[in-house]
Structure formats: structure tokens, C-alpha cells
């Protein structure tokens, strides 16, 4: 008896081992099938982000009239144009000129600051005047480095040529067109904003055209020269606006309450941060892909995206059309509004509740997780209080791999800054070279979780993630109010996942549970390594931490490697 069981236990483990690597097998191409969705969705986003294409013959037509009259208001050499320049003087005389051959009224307003004399220049294109004037901004002086192509050349380009559309409509509202001087500044530890600052809070307030009337305006600018414009800051009261503005803009229109939060938070401004403390409602554009031109002598006509000059145009003409439809009611509805919580999916949907909502569905997110942990402990016969244990260790070993990912994050940018592959914060190529803050914690994470997870099972783990989620709603409820959204859908999401992981199939339930994190994730992350560039290797790699978490799902609730054949005995 004691030969037949020695004789058949190699085999019976040989059996066992074997299944126990297929299923190793099949939970590494689960976790490298959940990282494809969230690669998918980002390449996508990526995609959608260039902004429109200039094949068709509409856009290219766009395309070129927008790029002509830049090139005619730019010197022929390209040369910069600040505030106070002799350059900036020319490039206003192109601009009035350019503005008065379409048949505007152009009205320089000229005020002076560190004794230097600048001018804004106001335009009226004529129409119905009503109760809220509309008004598009952007400025015209360039940095001391650059010639200003994008930043912010085009938007002057792109006003001009929404102008021009404008004069041709028989029925149109009455427009203000602004043009700031003195917005960038004269040096590093001067002030900008100058000419936004002298319309509204100086010597030029009393001379408004449109006197103490509160205007809706639309602001242009640019931090890159290529991808779409982003609707990246609003006024605080923002929800009839931004519904106004998912019914008539153009797709892809890119926005979250998140960058509008976290903008907020900034210390630098816009000409809109202007604008937005005087009581004006409106929306700011801008670009943020191409950062590595920003403010350099690269900034030129040759640099400039085809796509971006075509989307700040479509935006412009767009949003004079709509604003124009509406009556003074309508518009008084969007002085009178309350702050909501929005954000686009993949630049075509927009998603729109009033940020109130955000306590209540925290409220639903937290009352599930708490039916869920009762679901747990009756399922496995366990006291709650035993769960949390479980939940809380299992939280604060995740928290230790994202501490710990993110320093070797930050440390890996600064040795590459030191190295020289890093000699600015924003190089060409740089999106790329960031994408080692992405993959790098992916491989640690499969790593850690093969080995980690074995144990635990499906539904402990994405009650945990949503126990994580929930926690960092609540945190982000108070410090970051517009961005609390991602946390909240997260908590519910994998609440109501843990509850029905066992009703599932393991590999449908785990791919079903990562399509929702990565629709809203995937292109988040694409948008922060655009707007940080590689040198923020300690943020980016926190955020693809956080973002790569709920992928662990595949490791979890299942045998990996090889079992001790001491515990058949």
C-alpha cells in the first residue's frame, strides 16, 4: 500500500504542477490582455487628440486662409515681437489692417505700464447687440525668444478668419474681437498680463465699448503648436455653459471639471484668469501637445500643425454661430448657473451632471461597498471586522508599491536630466521617452501580483480597490473637487464587480471590469504626460501606478507556480 501511494505521488504532482502553470500561463495573458484595453483606449485618445484632419477639401481650405494671413501679420523673417517692441508696433498695423480690409471697426486703446507703451486693439463685427456682449480674446505680442507661430499667432489668424465668416452671415449677433498686448512677460520675474489688466481693472475700464454690460467671452491660446485645443478653464458657475458648449462645438472638444480644477490651483494665469475675476463667463482654449516649441525660437510658421489651426478656427466660427442663435434669456441662464462635473470620452461624448451630485453618488458608492463587505464575510463565514483586516493589509501593500514606484519615477527623471537625455523639460520626442513611467511600474506590478495575489481572491481584491477609490473621492471631494469623478465611478465600479465576480466567468469578468477604467484613464494619463512632459517622472509614475492597479484583478483568485507536494501529505 505504502509502495502503490509512493509510486503514483510524482505522477499526481507532476499533474498538479502542470496545471498550476497552464493557469499561470492563462493569468499572465489575462493581465497582458487588460493592459492591451487600457493601450487601446490610449492610442485612440492619442489619435483623437491631433485635432482635425486637413484632407478633406473644407478643412484644407480653412487650413490655408488661416495660414496666409499669419504669415502676412509675421515678418518675413519670423522675428519675435514682444510688448512694447518695435516688431509688436508692425504686427498691430497688420493686424488693424487686416481687420479694417474685412470692413471691422478697429479701435486701438493704447495705455502704458513700466513705461513702456503698448495698446490693446478691439474690434466690432456688427449685429444684433443684446443684453450679454460676445466677446473672442487672445493676445498678440510673442515672448522675447520666439516668433510666436502658435503662441499665439494662430489665435489671432484663426479670430480674423472666424471675422471673415462672420461678415458673410446676413443674420448675426454683434461680436467683440479682443486683442491684448503685453500678455506675455517682459522678463522672468515681471508681470504679464498687462493688457488684459488694463481693460478690465485700469486706465482703460471706463472706455468699454459695451460699457458695464457682463460679456460671455471665448479665449484663445497656446502652449504647444499641434493636437487639438483643449477647454481646459472655464468661470466656476459652469454647467449651462458647458452644456451649451457640448451642443455646439466642434468635435474632438477635449475638457474635464479635473483640468479646469487643476488650473485652478496654479498660480500662473491667462488673459481668461482676467476676464473670469471680473465676472465674465465664457470658455479658454488652448494647446499643450508640441510643448517643446513653447517660448523657443522653433515657434515658427513651419512648426505649426495644419490640424491646430483648423480646430481654433472651426472653434471660433462654431462658437459664434451658436452664441449667436441665442436670446437673452438663454444666456442669462448661463450667468446664472451652478458648477457641474464634466468630462469628454475620447473628445466625441461629453458627460454633464451639476457637481452637487458628486456627495450623493459618493453617498451610493460607499452604501455598496458596505452591502458588499456584509456579502464577503457571510460568503466566506468570517466577521466583518475580519474582512476590513484583510482589506486594509491588502490596501497598504498596494500603497507601498505605488510609494516605492513613484520614487524610483522621480529618481529615474533626474538621473536623466543629469545624464543630458533630459537638457529641458519639454524635448522632441519626450512623450515617448515617458513612457518608461508607464511600462516599468507594468512589469514590477506583474511581478509583485503573481506572487502576492495568489491568495486572494476576486472579489476581496476589487473590494479593496473600491474601498481605495472611495477613500480618494472622499480626499479629492475636498482638495480637488472637479476630479473627485474618476474616484467615485471607480469605487461603484468595482463595488458592483466584487459583488458579481463570482456569478462571472474569471477571464470576462476581469476584462469586463478594466473596460471602464480604461476609457476614463487611459486617455487621462495620455493628456498629463503632454502637459508635465518626461521630467515629472515622480507624478507620471503615481498616476500609471493608480491607473495600472484594478489590471491585478488577472493574478488574483488563482494558483500560480508551483505547490509544495508536502502539502499532499
Given at each position: 500500500?505504502?509502495?502503490?501511494?509512493?509510486?503514483?505521488?510524482p505522477?499526481?504532482?507532476?499533474?498538479?504542477?502542470t496545471?498550476?502553470?497552464a493557469?499561470?500561463?492563462?493569468?499572465?495573458?489575462?493581465?497582458?490582455?487588460?493592459?492591451?484595453?487600457?493601450?487601446?483606449?490610449?492610442?485612440?485618445?492619442?489619435?483623437?487628440?491631433?485635432?482635425?484632419?486637413?484632407?478633406?477639401?473644407?478643412?484644407?481650405?480653412?487650413a490655408q486662409?488661416?495660414?496666409?494671413?499669419?504669415?502676412?501679420?509675421?515678418?518675413?523673417?519670423?522675428?519675435?515681437?514682444p510688448?512694447?517692441?518695435?516688431?509688436?508696433?508692425?504686427?498691430?498695423q497688420?493686424?488693424?489692417?487686416?481687420?479694417?480690409d474685412?470692413?471691422?471697426?478697429?479701435?486701438?486703446?493704447?495705455?502704458?505700464?513700466?513705461?513702456?507703451?503698448?495698446?490693446?486693439?478691439?474690434?466690432?463685427?456688427?449685429?444684433?447687440?443684446?443684453?450679454?456682449?460676445?466677446?473672442?480674446?487672445?493676445?498678440?505680442?510673442?515672448?522675447?525668444?520666439?516668433?510666436g507661430?502658435?503662441?499665439?499667432g494662430?489665435?489671432?489668424?484663426?479670430?480674423?478668419?472666424?471675422?471673415a465668416?462672420?461678415?458673410?452671415?446676413?443674420?448675426r449677433?454683434?461680436c467683440?474681437l479682443?486683442?491684448?498686448?503685453?500678455?506675455?512677460?517682459?522678463?522672468?520675474?515681471?508681470?504679464?498680463?498687462?493688457?488684459?489688466?488694463?481693460?478690465?481693472?485700469?486706465?482703460?475700464?471706463?472706455?468699454?465699448?459695451?460699457?458695464d454690460?457682463?460679456?460671455?467671452v471665448?479665449?484663445?491660446?497656446?502652449?504647444?503648436?499641434?493636437?487639438?485645443?483643449?477647454?481646459?478653464?472655464?468661470?466656476?458657475?459652469?454647467?449651462a455653459?458647458?452644456?451649451?458648449?457640448t451642443?455646439?462645438?466642434?468635435?474632438?472638444?477635449?475638457?474635464?471639471?479635473?483640468?479646469?480644477?487643476?488650473?485652478?490651483?496654479?498660480?500662473?494665469?491667462?488673459?481668461?484668469?482676467?476676464?473670469?475675476?471680473?465676472?465674465?463667463?465664457?470658455?479658454n482654449?488652448?494647446?499643450?501637445?508640441g510643448?517643446?516649441?513653447?517660448?523657443?525660437?522653433?515657434?515658427?510658421?513651419?512648426?505649426?500643425s495644419?490640424?491646430?489651426?483648423?480646430?481654433?478656427?472651426?472653434?471660433?466660427?462654431?462658437?459664434?454661430?451658436?452664441?449667436?442663435?441665442?436670446?437673452?434669456?438663454?444666456?442669462?441662464?448661463?450667468?446664472?448657473?451652478?458648477?457641474?462635473?464634466?468630462?469628454?470620452?475620447?473628445g466625441?461624448?461629453?458627460?454633464?451632471?451639476?457637481?452637487?451630485?458628486?456627495?450623493?453618488?459618493?453617498?451610493?458608492?460607499?452604501?455598496?461597498?458596505?452591502?458588499?463587505?456584509?456579502?464577503?464575510?457571510?460568503?466566506?463565514?468570517?466577521?466583518?471586522?475580519?474582512?476590513?483586516?484583510?482589506?486594509?493589509?491588502?490596501?497598504?501593500q498596494?500603497?507601498?508599491?505605488?510609494?516605492?514606484?513613484?520614487?524610483?519615477g522621480y529618481?529615474?527623471?533626474?538621473?536623466m536630466?543629469?545624464?543630458?537625455?533630459?537638457?529641458?523639460?519639454?524635448?522632441?520626442?519626450?512623450?515617448w521617452?515617458?513612457?518608461?513611467?508607464?511600462?516599468?511600474?507594468?512589469?514590477?506590478?506583474?511581478?509583485?501580483a503573481?506572487?502576492?495575489?495568489?491568495?486572494v481572491?476576486?472579489?476581496?481584491?476589487?473590494?479593496?480597490?473600491?474601498?481605495?477609490?472611495?477613500?480618494?473621492a472622499?480626499?479629492?471631494?475636498?482638495?480637488?473637487?472637479?476630479?473627485?469623478?474618476?474616484a467615485?465611478?471607480?469605487?461603484?465600479?468595482?463595488?458592483?464587480?466584487?459583488?458579481?465576480?463570482?456569478?462571472?466567468p474569471?477571464?470576462?469578468?476581469?476584462?469586463?471590469q478594466?473596460?471602464?477604467?480604461?476609457?476614463?484613464?487611459?486617455?487621462?494619463?495620455?493628456?498629463?504626460?503632454l502637459?508635465?512632459g518626461?521630467?515629472?517622472?515622480?507624478?507620471?509614475?503615481?498616476?500609471?501606478?493608480?491607473?495600472?492597479?484594478?489590471?491585478?484583478?488577472?493574478?488574483?483568485?488563482?494558483p500560480?507556480?508551483?505547490?509544495?507536494?508536502?502539502?499532499?501529505?
Amino acid at each position: 500500500m505504502n509502495f502503490v501511494e509512493e509510486e503514483h505521488l510524482p505522477r499526481q504532482h507532476d499533474e498538479l504542477n502542470t496545471g498550476n502553470l497552464a493557469a499561470a500561463r492563462r493569468q499572465d495573458r489575462l493581465w497582458w490582455l487588460c493592459l492591451a484595453t487600457y493601450l487601446l483606449f490610449g492610442v485612440i485618445a492619442r489619435i483623437q487628440y491631433r485635432g482635425p484632419s486637413s484632407t478633406s477639401q473644407d478643412n484644407q481650405q480653412i487650413a490655408q486662409r488661416t495660414l496666409d494671413r499669419l504669415s502676412l501679420l509675421l515678418s518675413p523673417e519670423q522675428n519675435s515681437h514682444p510688448g512694447g517692441s518695435s516688431e509688436n508696433v508692425l504686427f498691430q498695423q497688420r493686424l488693424t489692417k487686416q481687420l479694417t480690409d474685412l470692413g471691422l471697426e478697429a479701435t486701438a486703446m493704447p495705455f502704458e505700464t513700466d513705461e513702456v507703451a503698448m495698446s490693446n486693439i478691439i474690434a466690432r463685427v456688427p449685429g444684433r447687440a443684446g443684453r450679454h456682449p460676445i466677446v473672442f480674446a487672445t493676445h498678440y505680442d510673442s515672448c522675447r525668444f520666439g516668433p510666436g507661430a502658435a503662441d499665439a499667432g494662430v489665435c489671432v489668424a484663426s479670430l480674423v478668419e472666424m471675422a471673415a465668416e462672420l461678415m458673410t452671415w446676413q443674420d448675426r449677433s454683434e461680436c467683440w474681437l479682443i486683442f491684448t498686448d503685453g500678455e506675455e512677460r517682459p522678463q522672468d520675474n515681471a508681470e504679464g498680463l498687462r493688457g488684459a489688466i488694463a481693460l478690465l481693472a485700469g486706465e482703460q475700464t471706463e472706455n468699454l465699448p459695451w460699457g458695464d454690460k457682463v460679456p460671455f467671452v471665448v479665449s484663445l491660446d497656446a502652449r504647444g503648436n499641434r493636437g487639438c485645443a483643449l477647454l481646459y478653464e472655464t468661470d466656476i458657475h459652469n454647467l449651462a455653459s458647458m452644456q451649451l458648449a457640448t451642443r455646439i462645438l466642434p468635435r474632438p472638444l477635449v475638457t474635464s471639471s479635473l483640468m479646469v480644477n487643476v488650473y485652478r490651483q496654479l498660480p500662473n494665469g491667462t488673459d481668461f484668469t482676467v476676464y473670469k475675476n471680473a465676472g465674465w463667463s465664457g470658455w479658454n482654449f488652448a494647446l499643450i501637445d508640441g510643448t517643446e516649441h513653447y517660448h523657443q525660437p522653433s515657434d515658427t510658421i513651419e512648426n505649426l500643425s495644419q490640424g491646430s489651426a483648423i480646430h481654433f478656427a472651426k472653434i471660433a466660427i462654431a462658437a459664434a454661430r451658436g452664441l449667436s442663435e441665442l436670446d437673452d434669456q438663454q444666456l442669462d441662464r448661463v450667468f446664472n448657473s451652478t458648477p457641474a462635473t464634466f468630462f469628454d470620452l475620447l473628445g466625441q461624448l461629453i458627460v454633464i451632471y451639476p457637481a452637487s451630485w458628486d456627495k450623493w453618488l459618493l453617498l451610493v458608492g460607499i452604501v455598496l461597498f458596505a452591502v458588499c463587505l456584509q456579502a464577503a464575510a457571510k460568503r466566506t463565514g468570517g466577521s466583518v471586522a475580519r474582512e476590513l483586516r484583510q482589506l486594509v493589509f491588502l490596501l497598504l501593500q498596494m500603497a507601498v508599491q505605488v510609494a516605492l514606484l513613484s520614487a524610483v519615477g522621480y529618481l529615474l527623471s533626474k538621473f536623466m536630466q543629469v545624464s543630458g537625455l533630459l537638457p529641458r523639460r519639454f524635448v522632441p520626442g519626450g512623450e515617448w521617452l515617458a513612457q518608461v513611467y508607464l511600462f516599468a511600474p507594468s512589469l514590477w506590478m506583474c511581478i509583485w501580483a503573481k506572487y502576492r495575489l495568489v491568495n486572494v481572491p476576486t472579489s476581496t481584491f476589487l473590494l479593496a480597490f473600491s474601498a481605495a477609490s472611495l477613500l480618494l473621492a472622499g480626499l479629492m471631494l475636498w482638495l480637488l473637487p472637479g476630479g473627485a469623478y474618476l474616484a467615485i465611478v471607480g469605487g461603484i465600479w468595482f463595488g458592483i464587480h466584487s459583488y458579481f465576480s463570482r456569478h462571472l466567468p474569471t477571464a470576462g469578468g476581469v476584462i469586463l471590469q478594466s473596460l471602464l477604467p480604461a476609457l476614463l484613464l487611459a486617455p487621462t494619463f495620455v493628456l498629463l504626460v503632454l502637459a508635465l512632459g518626461p521630467a515629472a517622472g515622480g507624478p507620471i509614475t503615481l498616476v500609471a501606478s493608480l491607473i495600472l492597479l484594478p489590471t491585478l484583478a488577472a493574478f488574483a483568485g488563482q494558483p500560480a507556480g508551483n505547490i509544495d507536494p508536502k502539502r499532499l501529505h
